[in-house]
């Protein structure tokens, strides 16, 4: 067995995990233990001794991204056709399996993906057509409840409501459900949801597949919700003679999603439920450094209820984590920039740093930065393409083609670009379409006047649209309506229309390589079904896409993204901006013993994710959703050992923390310009004779609060370096400058 290639290099445990027979197992293992690597080449060992066809495989993976690198590795280990192959995420398997039993499922053939941006819109409108009082049921409350709802499988008349409040919402879920029927969509947890009772309800299809599937491989277990768990059991026919052999990878540390259903109880249920024997456990980590693990380690040890894990690693402890306190978010950002150029200039790929942040909104800063200082960046997550306006308008006109029932889509676009349909038109065809329960686009026939003209006018252009994208390969499709639409020509008047009018062009290219790629032709590939249109093939893309397509895929840029998506990610160097209590833990966490230890296994990931270097950053202020918000530094800083951390900035607000200097085997961070890093050269650590200090703050006439950053000369010659935030950094004479201690 081990002259097999593809198993040399595995430990011992990882060796038995790739080998077992076809039985269910779990694997508990810490971050960067070979999880993955053990699952990905369990796959090729059992496709490559002929145990199982690809055909007979379905895995599960964490994101989009993970899938497609699981493919590609498979490939690369085993030249093969991986079309029979099922991997992806659960939202993309259910998809999948939908688009071939449609009709099963009771959706229309062609039915459209609703995005969360999406969801909310529709059950705005819901709400408006229906006269709700917003502030009684916010719109993002009832997506919030619905969603909950359906990812416990749960459908209206399951829902308990003891009061009038409670009955009222799940009134308000039945119309929801009632609208997304009528207009051909599902939602997300739909997906699931309907799936689940089509494999439920539908004996023959549930056969089939359990028949099917001989092996089924889930990663990021942890992260499953409930029902998605019960998806899996559905599809191994647990209990049944031919159960299906599961193999489940997950890290109970790393378990960040029970905000949104997700079980960390499903591993010991599925251990009990599937006569899990024993579980096998990775303990050697290949990823990190000695003082990230130790780092991770030691933060992690503060959760209680652990399943307990011990991880070790071989490699050095490497250096030290590099701890910076900023004056605020921008001269955080700024810094972050100088030290990337310096790790660029020094050799590092530009894809192998990434800079983590706790919430969406903190990239903003960062990108700006970057985009100043000319670094090629990608965000993922957070607005990705396919969410960009310009985008989504176009993709409208898509899915009017496809189904012009869909009111959402129909909504979005029916006044853009503007067409002189007023509000009370649209008003007017609200009310005919909920009187007669039909479509807007079905509604026409119902209005008259003026608003049956200039509404008629727009249908008129959806059957155009529909009449001259006949036929027509999906590229040529997407230019026609981006032609038709009038959307082009708009955003080409528009004064700062250029990168919208290129982000339409691009689609153009997402569609050709959409058709001419992997993802379509594993769709395509269903055996039991004729392949679904290439339209609504690439409008569900769309909808599922987790942004690994930005513009201009293939060139090398700095990684952004949240630590959720980092998950399962490995980079040579991270930075960790935002360590600021309220942001990281977030504040809506701190009063729950369960949201802090939550926040905590987050800190877990987004410590695990680093090879050579990790970068902790906090910064004394920050706007936030249009506020200065001034923070104190997280309390993940005091569960971090000093002697692993060097600190970069002056002590000053960090007392208590020897760091600073203390490590003097590590060189100084390689960014000279950076004027704040501490290198044990630096000359003049204080101002003595004039009474300023380094770290001190304080204020200047003109450029108001700062922070002094570095000095030099004495007398009548001393200067000083001030941070001023958004003045920015300068060099004051102090025998000038009027400065005064803040
Ligand atoms: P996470 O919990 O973060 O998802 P994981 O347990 O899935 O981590 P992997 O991503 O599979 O870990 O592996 C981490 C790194 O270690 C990868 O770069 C992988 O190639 C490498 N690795 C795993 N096992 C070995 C091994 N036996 N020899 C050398 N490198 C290994
Ligand atoms: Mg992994």
């Known amino acids: 067995m081990t002259s097999n290639p593809l198993l040399s290099g595995l430990n011992e445990q990882q060796f038995q995990a790739v080998t077992l027979p076809a039985q269910s197992a779990l694997i508990l293992a810490g971050a960067g233990s070979g999880k993955t690597r053990v699952l990905t080449t369990r796959l090729a060992w059992l496709i490559s001794t002929g145990q199982v066809s690809p055909h007979g495989i379905l895995a599960v993976t964490f994101t989009n991204k993970a899938a497609k690198e699981m493919l590609a590795r498979l ?14 995420t659960f939202h993309g398997l259910c998809n999948r399996m939908l688009r071939a039993h449609w009709k099963e499922a009771g959706l229309p053939q062609l039915f459209q993906i609703l995005d969360s941006a999406d969801q909310l819109s529709a059950i705005k409108r819901l709400l408006k057509a229906l006269n709700i009082d917003d502030e009684k049921f916010p719109a993002r409350e009832l997506m919030y409840f619905i969603n909950s709802a359906k990812e416990q499988g749960l459908r209206p008349h399951e829902v308990e409501a003891f009061d009038d409040f409670a009955r009222k919402r799940v009134e308000l879920y039945q119309a929801y459900e009632a609208q997304c029927q009528r207009e051909g969509v599902v939602d997300f947890a739909e997906l699931l949801l309907r799936c689940h009772e089509l494999l439920q309800r539908n004996e023959p299809i549930r056969a089939h597949y359990q028949r099917r599937f001989r ?15 019960r998806w899996l059991k559905l599809l191994a026919g647990l209990g049944t003679d031919g159960q299906a052999a599961v193999m489940a990878v997950g890290d109970d540390d790393q378990s960040i999603y029970r905000f949104r259903g997700a079980e960390v109880g499903n591993m010991r249920d599925f251990e009990r439920e599937f006569h899990v024997d024993n579980v096998i456990r990775l303990e050697q980590n290949y990823r990190s450094h000695g003082n990230i693990l130790d780092a991770a380690n030691a933060v992690i040890r503060h959760n209680s209820g652990r399943l307990g894990k011990n991880l070790w690693t071989e490699a050095g402890s490497g250096e030290p984590l590099r701890v910076y306190e900023a004056f605020n978010d921008i001269e955080e950002a700024r810094w972050v ?19 983590l942040y706790r919430s969406n909104a903190q990239s903003r800063v960062l ?12 965000v993922y997550g957070g607005l990705r393409f396919f969410e960009r306006q310009e985008v989504k308008h176009a993709l409208a006109y898509m899915r009017l083609i496809a189904n012009p029932h869909d009111d959402t889509a129909f909504t979005r676009v029916v006044n853009f670009p503007t067409r002189g349909i007023g509000a009370r038109s649209l008003e007017q065809l609200q009310d005919a379409a909920q009187a007669h329960s039909t479509s807007l686009y079905g509604a026409l026939n119902f209005l008259t006047g003026k608003a049956a003209q200039s509404v008629g006018a727009f249908i008129k252009l959806v059957d155009q649209l529909r009449f001259a994208c006949e036929g027509l390969k999906l590229p040529e499709m997407v230019e026609q309506v981006l032609e038709l639409s009038g959307l082009r020509a708009h955003y080409l008047t528009e004064k700062e229309g250029q990168e919208r009018v290129a982000n339409l062009d691009e689609i153009i290219n997402a569609a050709a390589n959409f058709i001419s790629e992997e993802g379509y032709a594993q769709v395509a590939a269903e055996d039991e079904t004729a392949p679904p249109d290439p339209l609504s093939a690439f409008l569900s893309h769309a909808s599922l896409e987790a942004g690994e397509h930005q513009a201009d895929a293939g060139q090398a840029a700095v990684q952004l993204m949240t630590v959720h998506s980092a998950k399962g990610l490995e980079f040579d160097v991270v930075f960790m901006g935002g360590l600021e209590e309220g942001l990281f833990p977030h504040e809506n966490s701190v009063l729950e013993r369960d949201g802090l230890e939550e926040e905590r296994r987050l800190m877990y990931v987004a410590i695990t994710r680093a090879r050579h270097r990790l970068y902790l950053s906090f910064a004394q202020s920050r706007m936030l959703h249009g506020q200065t918000r001034y923070n ?15 600190w970069l900035t002056p002590p000053a607000s960090a007392r208590g923390y020897g760091g600073f200097g203390s490590s003097s085997a590590v060189p100084a961070a390689p960014a000279s310009s950076n004027p704040r890093s501490f290198g044990s050269g630096r000359k003049n650590p204080a101002v003595n004779d004039s009474g300023f200090r380094i770290g001190q703050q304080v204020a200047h006439a003109k450029f108001g609060a700062g922070v002094i950053v570095n000095a030099e000369g004495s007398g009548s010659d001393a200067r000083v370096q001030v941070n001023f935030g958004a003045h920015g950094v300068k060099w004051l004479a102090l025998a000038v400058a009027k400065l005064t201690p803040a």
Request: hydrophobic share 45%; net charge negative; aromatic share 10%.
């Open 632 to 646: 104190l530094r997280s309390r993940f800083f005091d569960e971090i050992p000093a002697e692993l951390m060097k």
């Open 337 to 355: 920039v100088e030290e990337i150029k310096a790790l660029i200039h020094d050799g590092t790929a530009r894809d192998d740093i990434a800079l």
């Open 215 to 229: 092996h089924i491989l889930v990663d990021e277990f942890q992260d499953t919700n409930v029902l998605q768990y």
């Open 367 to 378: 990108e700006h930065a970057l985009f100043s200082a000319g670094i090629p960046y990608r």
């Open 75 to 88: 490939t690369a280990m085993l030249p093969m056709n991986a079309r029979g192959l099922w991997i992806g």
